[in-house]
T-cell receptor
Framework: AQKITQTQPGMFVQEKEAVTLDCTYDTSDPSYGLFWYKQPSSGEMIFLIY??????QNATEGRYSLNFQKARKSANLVISASQLGDSAMYFC???????????????FGKGTKLSVKP | KAGVTQTPRYLIKTRGQQVTLSCSPI?????VSWYQQTPGQGLQFLFEYFSETQRNKGNFPGRFSGRQFSNSRSEMNVSTLELGDSALYLCASSLLSGTSVYNEQFFGPGTRLTVL
């Protein structure tokens, strides 16, 4: 079974509007971390935001926020006020704790390609 | 502070050859992880080295190997190249090994390998 699922292969958003990128995850480990990365066409993975499984509040970093719904096992990324430079692939990833079986490696979803229209 | 560097950035090889990729982590980082990214399989974990020891290994054949030097620089080697090895190989460094759920990994720009 897929541990990280991103159901939107591609999305379009108008410049200056907000957009939500979906991510659901699957783990039986009570301790885990969720990450979002941005990958421009240049290839480098850029860390955006992190949410820990025990964090009470949703993480925010500038224009990025993470809508964490633990019971639903979802960790959606919200980008407010989209900019042309936000056009890129976005990956959701998870690191499990000791009981998850993945030995602490980052597990990535397939990604969502976001295109921002002027 | 310099980021993660990877050399070479682009590489073209033919089937049956071998290749060595290099990764220099951020200064002070002792963990280096390698990932393979392909359009079909996405991002897949290859292995992690911490303090010159391989800590974890993904589900890849033995043709894929790596090592880490005392200065934390890491090399990845692929022997007997196959067409399916064409991919973007990403290296990531971190302060800690992958035992902490919050262990931010900083990625390099990757090496794009094409096997003809």
């Amino acid at each position: 079974a897929q541990k990280i699922t991103q159901t939107q292969p591609g999305m379009f958003v108008q410049e200056k509007e907000a957009v939500t990128l979906d991510c659901t995850y699957d783990t039986s480990d009570p301790s885990y971390g969720l990450f979002w990365y941005k990958q421009p066409s240049s290839g480098e993975m850029i860390f955006l935001i992190y949410q820990g499984s025990y964090d009470q509040q949703n993480a925010t970093e500038g224009r990025y926020s993470l809508n964490f719904q633990k019971a639903r096992k979802s960790a959606n990324l919200v980008i407010s006020a989209s900019q042309l430079g936000d056009s890129a692939m976005y990956f959701c990833a998870m690191r499990e704790g000791h009981y998850g079986g993945s030995q602490g490696n980052l597990i990535f979803g397939k990604g969502t390609k976001l295109s921002v229209k002027p | 502070k310099a980021g993660v560097t990877q050399t070479p950035r682009y590489l073209i090889k033919t089937r049956g050859q071998q290749v060595t990729l290099s990764c220099s982590p951020i200064s002070g980082h002792r963990s280096v992880s390698w990932y393979q990214q392909t359009p079909g399989q996405g991002l897949q974990f290859l292995f992690e080295y911490f303090s010159e020891t391989q800590r974890n290994k993904g589900n890849f054949p033995g043709r894929f190997s790596g090592r880490q030097f005392s200065n934390s620089r890491s090399e990845m080697n692929v022997s007997t190249l196959e067409l399916g090895d064409s991919a973007l190989y990403l290296c990531a460094s971190s302060l800690l090994s992958g035992t902490s759920v919050y262990n931010e990994q900083f990625f390099g720009p990757g090496t794009r390998l094409t096997v003809l």
